[in-house]
């Protein structure tokens, strides 16, 4: 079975805040990718990051940074410096390699940045 | 500003009328999407096409019809719905086929209200 968990329903942090969002995933697979999205008050779905199962390399992208183990199954994404732009709904999926390439998606977690 | 633009961004219908929600991509991706979104929910998967062919229909209800006039249009035509069809539909591009890598560039969304 494929499944993608993030606890966090929701989070409320004070702007500069490093805040970090957890996503489980769980998959049979060997090749997968993951990925994470964001989703504004606007409604547009905006992809942030997609790592495949054989780069356990960490991201840095300015203020985002994404941590991945395999060895937990865990794809973490952490913002620093949180900023009110940030608040918005995020999204982790996993997609398998096989013939059904259906992204599987996470709850989201809501997270809300506070001046 | 999003490269996949979706019309219109709300509309209302009654449970008789028949609607049409349109999106367009100039970006060249060969693989259009329909999600449909409940709040505080992840997107469900609705249609795929790839290269203007219908690849996946995830067991949609018939009164949900697609389709893709070509390669950078992509509508989905609304007949008879019931008030549970109430969600955001959010349009969705790729640049390779059904089977990609997830990467996907949505639109804003069509906010549908069936009364």
């Known amino acids: 079975a494929q499944k993608v968990t993030q606890a966090q329903t929701e989070i409320s942090v004070v702007e500069k805040e490093d805040v970090t969002l957890d996503c489980v995933y769980e998959?049979?697979?060997?090749?997968?990718?993951l990925f994470w999205y964001k989703q504004p008050p606007s409604g547009e779905l905006v992809f942030l990051i997609r790592r495949n199962s054989f780069d356990e390399q960490n991201e840095i992208s300015g203020r985002y940074s994404w941590n991945f183990q395999k060895s937990t199954s865990s794809f973490n994404f952490t913002i620093t410096a949180s900023q009110v732009v940030d608040s918005a709904v995020y999204f982790c999926?996993?997609?398998?390699?096989?013939?059904?390439?259906?992204?599987?998606w996470g709850l989201g977690t809501s997270l809300a940045v506070n001046p | 500003d999003t490269e996949v633009t979706q019309t219109p961004k709300h509309l209302v219908m009654g449970m008789t009328n028949k609607k049409s929600l349109k999106c367009e991509q100039h970006m060249g991706h060969r693989a259009m999407y329909w999600y449909k979104q409940k709040a505080k929910k992840p997107p469900e998967l609705m249609f795929v096409y790839s290269y203007e062919k219908l690849s996946i229909n995830e067991s949609v209800p018939s009164r949900f019809s697609p389709e893709c006039p070509n390669s950078s249009l992509l509508n989905l035509h609304l007949h008879a719905l019931q008030p549970e069809d109430s969600a955001l539909y959010l349009c969705a591009s790729s640049p390779w086929t059904a089977a990609n890598t997830g990467e996907l560039f949505f639109g804003e969304g069509s906010r549908l209200t069936v009364l």
């Open positions: 999926a996993l997609l398998n390699a096989g013939n059904n390439r259906k992204l599987i």
């Open positions: 998959t049979r697979d060997t090749t997968y990718y």
